[in-house]
DNA sequence: TATTGTTATACTCTATAACTATA
DNA sequence: TATAGTTATAGAGTATAACAATA
């Protein structure tokens, strides 16, 4: 009597699901050498991809405010995470870049996230696995339809095997 | 040649769609009339589920210290959103739990972040919405299964269709 | 003068430690 | 004394506003 999958049914796995990778991915942040805040890990996600902006574009692209953004560079510095090096082109314009250290961190982090949700995936029959794909990337596809500037993507290690 | 998704093919679509959701979770977080901080929100989650508890249980639950909790619970209070009764049993214990409002508020933020799920869903095919929701519950269970106690279920407003 | 980045100040979250009051 | 809860005190994240230096 009930051929397909109703809306409310999709909201609540896929609610159930998110949550439980939260709360995974949670469990994975605090076992690294030098602990990052949030907020830094934000900063390092946004420089990863535009590495040598300056101070003002970083603030924006994380929605925040340059004094913010200044501190949490104060303290990702300090780690030695992130470079601050003058602009060639403005004296008054820093550049900003993740240091050697600090992409190798993001890596590792990557790493230990994935390795989290593949210890998952990989207790799935292959059939099962091709249809979680599947509605996935209906569902994503959708997403971005809906949403089409507003997807979180995560390009870096995502090479199909 | 490539009859069913290998695991890392899940493992970048599913950290997709779960990276899509948090950024449309955190759109639907400042909508409020009462803003409230991340750190609340989870007092909230927690209080919801075990109303009447004391402060150190709290704490425990949360894995947060006494103080940071007594701090939190002040705030709540402030707006609104939390009760502090002394508890009838022991005079040093205090039953702390969700005030009308609060709760009101809680169902609120529910359904705001279920509406934004809700557009996308709605836009897939009945079929791909079987799909979906078959992968999804075998991930849900594979989860369970392999982190039995760390699973974060929303059960609130999980009636089937 | 306008812009970039940094401090000044203030508020919240967090934790450890000290304190109060109960058991 | 041991425990529950609340305050000190301190450090980090956040923002607005004031400030320095540069364009």
Redesign the pocket.
């Given at each position: 009597m009930r051929p397909h999958a109703g809306v409310d049914d999709v909201l609540q796995v896929l609610t159930q699901v998110v949550e439980q990778i939260e709360v995974m991915w949670e469990r994975s942040k605090d076992v690294s050498p030098a602990p990052i805040?949030v907020?830094?890990l934000r900063v390092m996600f946004v420089l990863e991809k535009s590495s040598g902006t300056?101070?003002?574009a970083l603030g924006e692209a994380l929605?925040?405010?340059?004094?913010?953004v200044?501190?949490?560079?104060d303290?990702l510095q300090a780690v030695g995470f992130l470079d601050?090096a003058l602009s060639p082109t403005?004296?008054?314009?820093?550049e900003l870049s993740l240091s050697e250290r600090g992409r190798a961190y993001l890596l590792d982090l990557r790493e230990r996230r994935r390795e989290h949700l593949r210890e998952i995936v990989g207790e799935l029959p292959p059939a099962a696995r091709s249809t979680l794909v599947s509605g996935l990337r209906k569902f994503r596809d959708a997403a971005t339809s809906v949403h089409p500037l507003e997807d979180g993507h995560d390009e870096a290690g995502s090479q199909s095997a």
């Open positions: 805040s907020s830094q300056n101070l003002r929605d925040a405010a340059p004094s913010s200044s501190r949490l560079c303290r601050r403005s004296r008054r314009e820093v």
